[in-house]
């Protein structure tokens, strides 16, 4: 009997020094995981701001460069 308990109890250190270890990976995962994620948007924001800057320059220039016409439907009345 006491053979079978001491194999018994092997058996549980062994199971637990696995989900230590799974754990383990979990937490190495999900920090990898956060850190590709956190690169990505810094990548994203540096991309938005890059944009924006051409975008407004556009629309600037689009505002403030009026070039006065006569509309192709307008009619002189006669």
Not at 24 to 52: E, F, H, I
């Amino acid at each position: 009997m006491a053979s079978q308990s001491q194999g018994i109890q092997q058996l549980l250190q062994a199971e637990k020094r696995a989900a230590e270890k799974v754990a383990d990976a979990r937490k190495r995962k999900a920090r990898r995981l956060k850190q590709a994620t956190r690169s990505q948007v810094q990548g994203m924001q540096g991309c938005q701001q890059r944009n924006r800057e051409r975008v407004l320059a556009q629309l600037l220039g689009m505002v403030c460069e009026v070039r006065p016409q006569v509309h192709p439907n307008y009619r002189i009345a006669a």
